[in-house]
């Protein structure tokens, strides 16, 4: 099954229930201070967990774009290290506003993972809360009874506050989770250990694909829980990893989600994929990177200099440096891979194709100004690096990574990075302090050319006004001068 129809069929399978489906909302949050990337498929839908505003259905299903990168859910250091978690992916979801509850959501979910897409029963776990009595809340008896019915005891783990309970803020609608893991290992490595016991443990093939949200109590200011008047169902998907459980394959980035965008870097690069450990890792890193700053870019995030813009340009500003150091590249190649992903996702994410010569462009220009001093940076960085070394040294200073970022434009994780890379750390404090100092600097600089400019307009006002004033403005003329 290809991922189109992988996707497809999710969504036609919700509709079959009655629910409606929508477009995924743009990548960058709209009107929500606390989030500057949707990272969930939930975020859209907020406003109607808290009771402000109707949706169009009590039923909803769709796929969302989801960025995790920074906050709360911040992946970016695992990408292209591990298989499994991505910058951006999709998060395909089902809701409930007040309508069906955790019996249907459970059976749905079992229904169309193991009916529809035929995953085998054997490898599929699932997770129920366990309750926390100092909190407060109570052991989920009501999915685990239904689990019970459906899959059995064995197959159910039981889980903590952190994996199994969901909640929107220290107050707010929150509720039990339940989570659907599979086990992708080969026969006989299962035979040797349970999955079970592999639930939750960073394993790359037993992962988790599923989680079900059931928004049932409200947290009030004093800590207390009260049940809600209305009880929704919040899930969520990782498509790319169902892509992965579907296709038989061990890594996401050997679906075909991502296979052509892989295949078509390694051409361009001259080399193969799985073949060496760095080249694999920059391709992976690239195929993923590539995907969240085209999509953010098209969804009216451009890259610059500060809050999300900056986001967008660090990220971007890693592939490329994958690019050059493991894969060869000195002239910019990003851009390229913009239509082959606007093919991908046409008829599902139209406003890349629609967009697509603008983003190529905006990438384009980000790439030429960056590899103008990557180059130079990472010569400078070789040095600091021989320099070290040299002195049995493993700490690279503030000043210097504070020299990197100013001048040559690496952004401090991208120094971080390439230092860990090379067995070195870099000195955080020392880098903020640096900042911190460069910011006094152009502070005082700033404040000292705005007097300047009160002065000589001054000076000037009053110089027309005639000698008596003059004393006046001499004076202001010393002063500055002191
Ligand atoms: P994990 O424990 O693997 O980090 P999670 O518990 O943080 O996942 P949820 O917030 O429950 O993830 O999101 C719902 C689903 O989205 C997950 O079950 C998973 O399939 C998928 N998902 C989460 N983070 C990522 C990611 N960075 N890349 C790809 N898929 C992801
Ligand atoms: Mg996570
Ligand atoms: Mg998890
Ligand atoms: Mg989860």
Redesign the pocket.
Known sequence: MTSREIRKQFLDFFASKGHLIVPSAPLVAKNDPTLMFNNSGMAQFKDFFLGNGTPPSKRIADTQKCLRVSGKHNDLEDVGFDTYHHTMFEMLGNWSFGDYFKKEALAWSWELLTEVYKLPKDRIYVSVFQGDEKDGVPFDQEAWDIWKAIVGEERIILGNKK?NFWEMGETGPCGP?S?IHIDLRDAEEVALKSGKELVNADHPQVV?IW?NVFMQFERMADGSLVPLPSKHVDT?MGFERLCMAIQGKQSNYDTDVFQGTIKLIADKAGKVYGQDKWTDISLRVIADHIRAIAFAIADGQLPSNNKAGYVIRRILRRAVRYGYTYLGFREPFLHSIVPLLSEQFDGVFPELISQQDFVAKVILEEENSFLRTLENGLKLLDKITVDLKANNQTVINGEQVFELNDTFGFPVDLTALIARENGLSIDEEGYKAALQAQKERSRKDASTSAEDWVILQEVDKIEFVGYDEFETVSSIVKYQKV
């Open positions: 994996d989770c989570e988790e989680n969520g």
